[in-house]
């Protein structure tokens, strides 16, 4: 899959611990897509779970690199309601994400910076609002995200098709 990912002119990372509830989101995002839809030939969709930070810094050091990188993640931000599919900026990621090691913590964020401003990389960042995410091991989306998963990959498809 590594040789892969700097031949595809669009990556799809999902990131998110699968074993914490509703932040498994962007796991379950990738696995739909990949299984409900047919990607182009120039588009890669990866469950990263928690591990995004190693491949963020391949990719940054790569001499060669895609045109389009979109992370799908699950987040907690005031004011928006459970399972509502929005983009955030790279520079709006909270910077705190409750018991992973995702996205989220640096220098996670400070490497999506980068190759969106020193770049012509284009970072996009889907996000839906979490519902329940739990403070002990309990693997499963609420209703309110599955449905956001078939929203996301619907969202998704404009961004690739």
Do not use: W
Not at 61 to 87: N, T
Not at 100 to 107: A, E, K, N, R, V
Not at 137 to 161: D, F, H, N
């Amino acid at each position: 899959m590594i040789v892969q990912l700097f031949d595809k002119s669009t990556l799809i990372f999902g990131c998110g611990n699968i074993l914490f509830g509703d932040d498994g989101f962007g796991p379950a995002v990738v696995n739909h897509l990949r299984d409900n839809y047919v990607l182009p030939e120039d588009v890669l969709a990866m469950d990263m779970g928690t591990s995004i930070r190693n491949t963020l810094f391949d990719l940054s050091l790569s001499e060669k690199k895609p045109q389009k990188i979109i992370i799908v993640d699950a987040v907690e931000q005031q004011g928006r309601r459970p399972g509502e599919v929005f983009e955030i900026p790279v520079e709006g990621i909270p910077v705190k994400k409750t018991a992973d090691f995702s996205l989220h913590q640096f220098p996670t964020v400070n490497i999506l910076q980068e190759l969106k401003d020193r770049t012509r990389i284009d970072v996009v960042v889907l996000v839906a609002q979490a519902e329940v995410v739990p403070d002990v091991i309990k693997p499963g989306l609420s209703e309110t995200m599955q449905a956001a998963v078939i929203e996301a990959c619907e969202r998704l498809t404009l961004y690739i098709m």
